[in-house]
């Protein structure tokens, strides 16, 4: 069985688990590089909102196609969701809520959310 990683919110209130990553995705388009998220991907990787879905607030812009998550009591940004323009159930979930001891061995891609939508390494 592979092995989950967990993370919360400052608070406690939103929790997730994770499978865990071949990397981490840090991207630099202007609000991702804003959160400072180190997002993880599902699918590939198996994640679930174990508690507080119910308890985020939504922001999205533009085409609508993700909307970014964050705790309502602490502000925390935990995960994205599709969009209401989105074609796919696809989401990711920040690893920076993460324990640090859990990510020292998971590399870090970097990816061109700010013009190519290329990995720069």
Known sequence: MPEKLKGACHCG???FEVTRPKYLV???????RR???????????QGAILTGSDHVMRYNW???MIDFCACKTCGCITHWAPGKNA????????LRMASPSDLTAIPVRHFDGADSWTYLD
């Open 13 to 15: 209130a939103v929790t």
């Open 26 to 32: 840090s991207c630099n388009c202007s609000i991702c």
């Open 35 to 45: 959160y400072a998220a180190l997002w993880t991907h599902c699918p590939p990787n």
């Open 62 to 64: 533009g085409d609508q």
């Open 87 to 94: 074609d796919q159930e696809r989401f990711a979930l920040n």
